[in-house]
C-alpha cells in the first residue's frame, strides 16, 4: 500500500504563494509515478507507525512533527526544536524546493527506513 506523506497534507494547506514551488514539485512527483494526492491518505500517513529495523522502535512523522501542523516539534533523539510545518503558522515552508527535497531524503530514511516513493512525498 503505497502511503502519501507530508507534501500531500501541506499542499492542501499551501498558500498560492507557493505555487511557484508547490506545482513544480507536484509535477516531478506525477512524472515519476505518482497518482492523484489526497490529504485523507496524507494524514493518515502522517500517523502511521513503522518500526525501526536497527533498534525496533517505533517512528512516525508525528513523532517529531506533532499531529498539528502548525505547533512547533521536537526531535524525539537530539531534543532539538523543529518549526511548524504549516505554512500558515511558518511562512518560510514551501518556499525553497530543495529544502524540501533535502529533508524528505533526511526525514524519509530515519521513519520509513529508505527513500519515499513520489506517491508518498
Not at 505547533?71 to 537530539?78: C, E, M, S, Y
Not at 532539538?80 to 518556499?95: C, E, V
Not at 524546493?97 to 520509513?112: D, I, P
Request: hydrophobic share 35%.
Amino acid at each position: 500500500m503505497t502511503r502519501p506523506l507530508l507534501l500531500a497534507f501541506l499542499l492542501c494547506v499551501a498558500t498560492l504563494a507557493r505555487a511557484d514551488v508547490v506545482a513544480p514539485l507536484l509535477k516531478s512527483y506525477e512524472a515519476a509515478g505518482a497518482s492523484k494526492f489526497s490529504a485523507k491518505d496524507a494524514e493518515a500517513a502522517w500517523v502511521q507507525p513503522h518500526l525501526d529495523a536497527k533498534t525496533g522502535e517505533s517512528r512516525k512523522c508525528s513523532s517529531c512533527h506533532t499531529e498539528d501542523l502548525r505547533r512547533v516539534g521536537k526531535h524525539v533523539t537530539t531534543g532539538k526544536a523543529i518549526d511548524p510545518l504549516a505554512p500558515s503558522a511558518n511562512p518560510k515552508r514551501l518556499t525553497d524546493a530543495e529544502h524540501v527535497e533535502k529533508w524528505f531524503t533526511r526525514n524519509c530514511k530515519w521513519t520509513y527506513g529508505r527513500d519515499c516513493s513520489a506517491q508518498e512525498k
